[in-house]
C-alpha cells in the first residue's frame, strides 16, 4: 500500500492529529480505499493518547501504531512513501530535512521551523493553518503555533497518492536540493563565516 509516515512524539506539536483527520478525509474507509495507510511513529510511553489508541482494538487495519525504539530513523523513513509532519511548532524542522534528504516526499507547514525562505524546495507546502495559543498543557512553551488545515491537509495527501509517481521524483529533486544547500557543513561555513 502506499504508505504515509507521521510522527508521534512530543504530543500534538508534530501535527499527527491533523494528519490522522486528514488521513480519514482523504481515503474514507478501509472499503473506500483499501492500498494505503497511515503509520504514526512515536517511542514508548511518551504520548498516552497514543498508547491508549495502541493498545484498544483498531477497526482500520491501514492505521498503524508504531511505538518501539528504533536505532536508526533510517529504518523509519524507509517505511514510507510520503512523510506527512504538519507540525505546528519547530526550532528548525530536523525530521522534516532528514525525510527529504531520505528521498521521501514531505508534506508540512510553510511556519516556524520549517519556514526557512525556500521551504518548497525541500517540501510539498500545504496552506491555510490556524494560529492557535499553545495549551497550558505544554508548560515549558508559550506563545501561539499554527494548526494545519485538515481539509487542505487531506487535499494534499490525496494528491501525492494519486500522482504517486510525480511525488516521488519530487522526493528526489527535494533530497538533491537540501545536499547542495542545507547541510551540515553549509551550516559550519555559515557559523564560521558570522564568528571571522
Not at 521551523?113 to 525556500?118: E, I, K, R, S, V
Request: hydrophobic letters at 40%; one cysteine or more; a negative charge.
Amino acid at each position: 500500500p502506499y504508505t504515509f509516515l507521521a510522527l508521534g512524539d512530543r504530543g500534538a506539536r508534530k501535527g499527527w492529529v491533523e494528519a490522522w483527520q486528514a488521513f480519514y478525509k482523504a481515503f474514507g474507509t478501509p472499503q473506500d480505499t483499501p492500498d494505503v495507510r497511515l503509520i504514526i511513529k512515536s517511542r514508548p510511553k511518551v504520548n498516552e493518547l497514543l498508547d491508549m489508541i495502541s493498545q484498544a482494538a483498531n477497526p482500520d487495519p491501514r492505521v498503524i501504531v508504531w511505538q518501539e525504539d528504533v536505532a536508526d530513523m533510517r529504518q523509519v523513513y524507509s517505511a514510507a512513501d510520503c512523510f506527512v509532519c504538519p507540525s505546528r511548532s519547530e526550532g528548525w524542522g530536523l525530521p522534516h530535512r532528514e525525510g527529504a534528504m531520505m528521498g521521501l516526499p514531505v508534506i508540512t507547514q510553510c511556519y516556524s521551523g520549517m519556514d526557512d525562505g525556500h521551504t518548497d524546495a525541500w517540501a510539498i507546502v500545504v496552506e491555510g493553518g490556524t494560529l492557535e495559543p499553545i495549551p497550558s498543557s505544554f508548560e515549558h512553551i508559550a506563545g501561539v503555533w499554527m494548526k494545519a488545515d485538515v481539509d487542505a491537509l487531506a487535499a494534499m495527501m490525496r494528491w501525492c497518492y494519486d500522482n504517486s509517481d510525480v511525488v516521488a521524483e519530487e522526493g528526489l529533486n527535494a533530497a538533491a536540493w537540501l545536499r547542495e544547500h542545507q547541510t551540515f557543513d553549509h551550516t559550519a561555513h555559515r557559523l564560521l563565516n558570522m564568528i571571522r
